[in-house]
């Protein structure tokens, strides 16, 4: 009998933890493998074969003050998440004093020299330094080495984004105050900037890009530090632009819903080719806590649109989306 206890003691929570995430809940605590609040703020997303992996900043309580941290999750259906680990653990790599900082990190993986290229937001303490900061793995989990930071094309950097075209090219999104934000290419081997493609003349950071159908949508919101703002998107039939007036994405009162934008995430299936929002809901004082506002757009024809959050989920093999509560 007593054997019996100690399998279940030891299977249960597996089971538990393995059937935890049939929905995405925006807002809520989202478990990882182990039930831990997954620690991926300002993060993006890659995809490498049937695998996407989620890299965000870590800000688990208990950390080393001195280092910044980098998480990597894994999953096949963006709703399980598998911790790996932190994949980046960086001591102050260029004495940037007390408070420096690191965040948004984004990862591409570079086909031709079979490296998994890390692009952060390195700062000093006020914000000043404005750089980004590239490190570089063999593995989609680590361990990322520091490699070197620099100003792209010399402009200011502060928040980064990553765009992924339907060709494969890879550009970076980043945040140059006070002109806007830039849409840049990466170097053949992502190492470094091509040129840029384009300054979006709208002051705005948290940028994100889609091609969809046809069109690029870009997002970003408002410079209010931590707090939430209604964020806005614009069009172009091409990176270079022209880019549209900019509209809000979801009813300006919600300040989207309590959220800043990160990344938009195409899911191209079988049926359906969706685009996930994904964004951050900061709590500054408890940022360990912070959660993620998840959620399927209404997109299309020029428009964008973020609905109410609720829980919902995706079938990454169809694209297909079901809210929680409509007929299974
Ligand atoms: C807003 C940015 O989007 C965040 O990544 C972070 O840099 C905060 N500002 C800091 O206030």
């Not at 890659?46 to 001195?66: A, H, M, P, V």
């Not at 980098?70 to 259906?77: E, F, G, Q």
């Not at 195409?266 to 998840?294: E, N």
Request: charged content about 25%; proline content about 5%; aromatic content about 12%.
């Amino acid at each position: 009998m007593k054997n019996v206890f100690v399998v279940i003691a030891i299977i249960l929570p597996s089971v538990i933890f393995s059937q935890a995430q049939q929905w995405i809940n925006p807002g809520e605590v989202w478990p990882d493998q182990n039930g831990n609040h997954i620690q991926a703020h300002g993060g993006g997303i890659i995809k490498i074969g049937k695998t996407y992996y989620w890299y965000g900043e870590e800000r688990r309580q208990g950390l080393d003050s001195n280092k910044r941290y980098v998480s990597c999750y894994a999953s096949k259906d963006l709703m399980n998440w598998d911790f790996k680990g932190d994949v980046l653990q960086l001591a102050d790599p260029e004495n940037l004093g007390r408070r420096w900082v690191c965040e948004r990190p984004k990862v591409f993986y570079n086909t031709k020299t079979k490296k998994y290229v890390m692009y952060l937001h390195l700062d000093n303490s006020n914000y000043k330094l404005a750089k980004v900061a590239v490190c570089v793995s063999d593995k989609p989990d680590g361990n990322y080495e520091y490699v070197k930071s620099f100003r792209p094309l010399e402009h200011e950097s502060r928040d980064i984004g990553q765009f992924i075209d339907d060709d494969g090219q890879a550009y970076l999104i980043f945040e140059d105050r006070p002109f806007g934000f830039r849409v840049a290419k990466l170097t053949e081997d992502y190492m470094g900037i091509e040129k840029e493609m384009c300054l979006v003349n709208m002051k705005l950071e948290g940028g994100a890009v889609v091609h969809y159908n046809g069109l690029y949508y870009a997002i970003g919101s408002a410079l209010t530090g931590w707090n939430p703002n209604p964020n806005k998107y614009a069009t172009a039939t091409s990176l270079e632009g022209p880019w549209s007036a900019f509209k809000d994405i979801a009813p300006p009162e919600t300040k989207t819903y309590g959220s800043q934008s990160t990344l938009m995430l195409k899911v191209a299936g079988r049926k359906k080719t969706t685009v996930i929002f994904m964004a951050d809901i900061w709590k500054p004082r408890t940022q360990w806590d912070s959660r993620y506002l998840w959620m399927p757009l209404e997109i299309g024809n020029g428009k964008l649109w973020l609905q109410e959050p609720k829980p919902w989920k995706i079938d990454v093999k169809t694209g297909e989306v079901k809210e929680k509560g409509t007929d299974e």
